[in-house]
C-alpha cells in the first residue's frame, strides 16, 4: 500500500496546480470574469436605445442556470411543493444543484487547504500508515499547523448575523421587484376594463370597428410597455432579437420602429398608450382615473431601474466575503485536533468541504437574490397581461340588446 509521505507529497503537488485560484487575486494583465474592465465603456441596460455593442461577458454555471428559475407556481406545483418527501428529495438532489455546483472553486479551495494540513501535521508530527503501525515525525523541526478553536466560536455569531443581513437585504430586493410586476399586472387590467366600459359618450352612436380597433389599441399598448420595461430589465444578449420579433409580429411595422428606435424604450410606450387614451371618446374625468394607472406605471418602472442600477452597499457584500472566506480557509486549523478520532485527521477533510458548501450556498443565494429581474418571470407576465388585456377588450356591448349597443 501507498505510505502516508508519498500521500502528502502527492498532496501537495496538488496545491500547487493552477486550479485554485477561487481566492486568488488577479494579475494586472488579466481580465476578472464577468467584470468588464475599467477603462472600457459599455452601455447598461437602462440605456435602451437602439442596440449598441456591449461587452460580452463570460457566462458562469450560475448566470446560465438563472434563465431556469424563472418558476410560476400552480396548484400542482404546490402539491408537489409540501410533498412529504420533499426532505428525502432536496437531500438526494444536492449534486444536481446549481447552487453547489457554482461553488465548486471555493469549496475546492477550503478542501485543499484542509488537506495540505493534514499532510503537513502528518509530516510535522507523525502519522500512521494503513497498516495502523505509527510512525515519528519525517520533518520534526517543521511546526504543526493547529489554531485553538476559541476564536472562530466567538465569530460565529458575527459571521451568522452578517449573512442573515445580507440575505434578508437580498430576498427584500425580489420581494419588491415582484411586487413591482403585480402592480403592472393589477393595473393593467384595470386599465383596460375601465376603457372598455366607459368607451363612449352619452347618446353617442358607437361605430362597432371603430370601438374595436380603439379597445385593440389600448390592449397592445398597454402590452407593449410591460414587454418593453421586461426588455429593459434584462440582458440585450438573452432579450433583444425576441424583444424585436415580438414586436414586430404584433404591432404594425411604423408603430413597432417607433418604440424599438426609442433611446428609452418603455418610455415611448408610455407615451403611446397615453395618446391612444386621450384619443378615446369618454369624458376627461374617466380619462383621469384611467391615466392614474399610468402614473403607476411610472413608479413601477422607476422603482425597478432603482433595484437594477444600485446593489446593496458594495462594502458590505466585499467585507461579508472577505469574512466569510478567511473564516471558513483558517477553519480546518481549529478542526485539526476535534478530528483526532479518525485516521490521521483525514475526517477534518470532508467536515470542511460541508461546511464550505452550506455557508458558502447562504451567501450564494444572497448573490442570486440581489438581482431579481433575470430569475423573475417577467416573459410570463407579459404574455398573461397580453391575453388578459386582449380577453377584457373583447367585452364590448355583451349583455346588453342591439338597440342598447348604439348607446351609453
Not at 470574469?33 to 477603462?39: F, G
Not at 371603430?210 to 430589465?233: G, I, P
Not at 473564516?327 to 460541508?354: D, E, K, R
Request: aromatic share 10%; proline share 6%; net charge neutral.
Amino acid at each position: 500500500m501507498p505510505s502516508f509521505t508519498s500521500l502528502s507529497t502527492l498532496l501537495l503537488l496538488a496545491l500547487s496546480s493552477p486550479q485554485i485560484s477561487a481566492f486568488a487575486p488577479l494579475s494586472s494583465t488579466s481580465t476578472p470574469i464577468n467584470v468588464a474592465p475599467s477603462t472600457t465603456t459599455s452601455t447598461t441596460n437602462l440605456q435602451m436605445g437602439p442596440p449598441k455593442t456591449d461587452i460580452v461577458l463570460s457566462e458562469t454555471y450560475g448566470e446560465g442556470s438563472r434563465k431556469y428559475r424563472r418558476t410560476v407556481y400552480t396548484h400542482n406545483e404546490w402539491v408537489k411543493h409540501r410533498s412529504s418527501d420533499r426532505f428525502a428529495k432536496n437531500l438526494f438532489s444536492m449534486v444536481n444543484s446549481g447552487v453547489y455546483k457554482s461553488l465548486a472553486k471555493e469549496v475546492f479551495a477550503t478542501t485543499a487547504v484542509a488537506s495540505a494540513i493534514v499532510a503537513w501535521n502528518g509530516i510535522a508530527g507523525g502519522y500512521t500508515d494503513f497498516n495502523g503501525v505509527e510512525h515519528g515525525a519525517i520533518m520534526s523541526f517543521l511546526p504543526q499547523l493547529v489554531l485553538p478553536l476559541t476564536p472562530f466560536t466567538l465569530l460565529s455569531p458575527s459571521l451568522g448575523l452578517l449573512l442573515v443581513f445580507r440575505t434578508n437585504s437580498s430576498y427584500g430586493r425580489w420581494d419588491e421587484a415582484r411586487k413591482m410586476w403585480g402592480l403592472n399586472i393589477n393595473h393593467t387590467r384595470d386599465l383596460n376594463r375601465m376603457a372598455t366600459a366607459w368607451y363612449g359618450h352619452d347618446n353617442q352612436i358607437i361605430d362597432p370597428a371603430k370601438r374595436a380597433e380603439d379597445l385593440r389599441q389600448v390592449s397592445l399598448y398597454t402590452w407593449a410597455f410591460v414587454r418593453s420595461m421586461k426588455r429593459h430589465l434584462s440582458p440585450p444578449s438573452e432579450d433583444e432579437e425576441a424583444f424585436v420579433e415580438e414586436l414586430y409580429a404584433r404591432m404594425a411595422p411604423e408603430q413597432a420602429e417607433a418604440i424599438i428606435s426609442a433611446a428609452h424604450r418603455p418610455n415611448r410606450a408610455l407615451y403611446d398608450l397615453s395618446v391612444v387614451i386621450d384619443k378615446l371618446p369618454m369624458h376627461f374625468m374617466r380619462k383621469n382615473e384611467i391615466n392614474k394607472n399610468l402614473s403607476i406605471f411610472e413608479d413601477t418602472l422607476g422603482g425597478c431601474e432603482r433595484l437594477l442600477s444600485s446593489p446593496v452597499p458594495l462594502f458590505y457584500t466585499r467585507h461579508t466575503a472577505r469574512f466569510l472566506s478567511t473564516w471558513l480557509l483558517l477553519l480546518p486549523l481549529a478542526m485539526y485536533q476535534p478530528f483526532s478520532g479518525s485516521w490521521n485527521h483525514v475526517a477534518m477533510i470532508p467536515a470542511t468541504a460541508l461546511t464550505s458548501v452550506f455557508l458558502f450556498g447562504i451567501d450564494e443565494l444572497s448573490t442570486q437574490l440581489e438581482e431579481p429581474f433575470t430569475i423573475l418571470p417577467m416573459q410570463g407576465f407579459c404574455d398573461k397581461i397580453g391575453g388578459w388585456c386582449d380577453e377584457i377588450v373583447s367585452w364590448r356591448g355583451q349583455g346588453l340588446d342591439k338597440e342598447e349597443q348604439q348607446y351609453y
